[in-house]
């Protein structure tokens, strides 16, 4: 079957510009379904020659999509099936935990995980002296094994024994110590991927992104956590629900 004949045909009867035809057909195609996630597209000429449009009108259309979320540019996949994954701002929950409730399977690969002394900047983050020790944990977040997000943490060394606790979940290794965060500052803004970042991920470079910075606290006010977690712009938004007291 070719591809038009499962998401539909272009129309001279619709008084829409032909790019926006055609991103209507592969919106409703997802929505009902018939594309599902992860599912390739064809590549932009050849969806040029089936339709008889020009190459342009695919690219605008296949770029306002991307815009939306709805598909993403994988290297070496091509254009995909996405899609966008909601971050909550009210609760402090982990990768793990946020991939895990939308059906997810969340994973890991290690960029590094090491013991060292803290740097100036975590320093003034996490409150701790010069020469104190910190345990660090790099890795790239994968949901379904599709890569998500790059993480970068650093929590002070009496947090736990040592990075061989870590496994999957951070949060659930400090849980287990009895120092996972209750409360937590965050900032949030638009970052491009540079090169080494991109390459990560699997994107192109200059690619959009979202930066989260992190620290978290105990109840006692001590600090147990800096991170800076790079999200894919094209997978992720971010709510708040802001109320009026």
């Known amino acids: 079957m070719t591809f038009s004949a499962r998401?539909?045909?272009l129309t001279d009867r619709d008084p829409a510009p032909l790019y926006v035809q055609f991103a209507r057909l592969i919106r409703k195609a997802i929505g009902d379904g018939v594309l599902e996630e992860g599912a390739a597209l064809p590549a932009e000429r050849d969806l040029a020659t089936e339709y008889g449009v020009s190459r342009i009108t695919i690219r605008r259309a296949m770029a306002e999509l991307v815009e939306e979320g709805l598909l993403s540019r994988r290297r070496g996949a091509g254009t995909v099936v996405t899609h966008r994954i909601e971050k909550s701002f009210a609760r402090i929950t982990s990768f793990s935990e946020d991939m895990a409730?939308?059906?997810?399977?969340?994973?890991?690969?290690?960029?590094?995980?090491?013991?060292?002394?803290?740097?100036?900047?975590?320093?003034?983050?996490?409150?701790?002296?010069?020469g104190a020790p910190v345990l660090r944990f790099h890795r790239i977040r994968y949901a379904d094994e599709a890569p998500m997000a790059l993480e970068f943490s650093t929590i002070p060394g009496w947090c736990l024994n040592g990075v061989?606790?870590?496994?999957d979940s951070l949060y659930a290794?400090?849980?287990?110590?009895?120092?996972r965060p209750v409360r937590a500052l965050q900032r949030l803004r638009a970052v491009p991927f540079l090169g080494g970042h991109a390459r990560q991920l699997g994107i192109d470079a200059g690619s959009p992104g979202l930066l989260i910075e992190r620290c978290g606290f105990?109840?006692?006010?001590?600090?147990?956590e800096f991170t800076q977690s790079y999200y894919r712009g094209d997978a992720y938004d971010f709510v708040a629900e802001l109320t009026d007291l």
Do not use: C, F, K, Y
Not at 103 to 116: D, H, L, Q, T
Not at 173 to 179: D, M, Q
């Open 7 to 9: 998401i539909g045909e």
């Open 101 to 130: 409730a939308r059906g997810r399977v969340p994973s890991s690969s290690w960029i590094m995980r090491a013991a060292g002394l803290v740097t100036p900047g975590e320093a003034m983050q996490l409150n701790l002296s010069p």
């Open 164 to 167: 061989e606790d870590v496994a």
């Open 173 to 179: 290794a400090l849980a287990g110590a009895g120092h």
């Open 218 to 224: 105990l109840r006692d006010g001590r600090a147990v």
